[in-house]
Antibody, heavy 119, light 107 residues
Framework: VQLLESGGGLVPPGESLRLSCTGSGFGFSIHAMSWVRQAPGKGLEWVSTISATGSTTHFADSVKGRFTISRDHSKSTVSLQMNSLRVEDTAVYYC?????????????WGQGTMVTVSS | EIEMTQSPATLSVSPGEGATLSCRASQNVSKSLAWYQQKPGQAPRLLMSEKSTRATGIPARFSGSGSGTEFSLTISSLQSEDFAVYYCQQYHGWPLTFGGGTKVAIK
């Protein structure tokens, strides 16, 4: 199982960024996927989840209305579109795979991609 | 929102000794509780789910217990590779929430 994130970088406040996560080594289309972030020196914060079919999504209140999540089964990718970025969105963003169904833990994580929001 | 509280924040242990980490949920999460280990510069790794089921490849010195709102992770006879930060997470309801972490440090 591999999860490879990309798309991180340095952006000024108010701008947008799109993160991608490509999965391999497992049945990508049958697993819900999530993004979890970790601010420098801080703990883990769940950001968003998308169902296996892509029909259902959930977001943390801190990003609701600014972030969207989507997936492309043909490319085995899940994406996080981040708009109206704030300084407090600065973090390492991890892509994580659910063990199986909706209410299960994350059994595999990518290595993360760093997002820095600063002027 | 279900708040997860971990204690202590830091635990200093000598190699070979045991350690018990605690996690408390603000509401009943049944058995929907996972533990993760994170080492510096690395992604978290799943240790335990359903409060007491070890993930693939996790050694038997790791064990979990508890239910409802009180959970614990016990590491018997700490090895050098076990010094890390440990997080609990509830997946009983939205939003998913993590505890603040317990750092297990070398004494």
């Amino acid at each position: 199982v591999q999860l490879l994130e990309s798309g991180g970088g340095l952006v000024p406040p108010g701008e947008s960024l799109r993160l991608s996560c490509t999965g391999s080594g497992f049945g990508f289309s049958i697993h819900a996927m999530s993004w979890v972030r970790q601010a420098p020196g801080k703990g883990l914060e769940w950001v968003s989840t998308i169902s296996a079919t892509g029909s259902t999504t959930h977001f943390a209140d801190s990003v609701k209305g600014r972030f969207t999540i989507s997936r492309d089964h043909s490319k085995s990718t899940v994406s996080l579109q981040m708009n109206s970025l704030r300084v407090e969105d600065t973090a390492v963003y991890y892509c994580a795979k659910y063990t199986s169904g909706w209410y299960t833990p994350f059994d595999f994580w990518g290595q993360g991609t760093m997002v820095t929001v600063s002027s | 929102e279900i708040e997860m509280t971990q204690s202590p924040a830091t635990l200093s242990v000598s190699p070979g000794e045991g350690a018990t980490l605690s996690c408390r949920a603000s509401q009943n999460v049944s058995k929907s509780l996972a533990w993760y280990q994170q080492k510096p510069g690395q992604a978290p790794r799943l240790l335990m789910s359903e409060k007491s089921t070890r993930a693939t490849g996790i050694p038997a010195r790791f064990s979990g217990s508890g239910s409802g709102t009180e959970f614990s992770l016990t590491i018997s006879s700490l090895q050098s590779e076990d010094f890390a930060v440990y997080y609990c997470q509830q997946y009983h309801g939205w939003p998913l929430t993590f505890g603040g972490g317990t750092k297990v440090a070398i004494k």
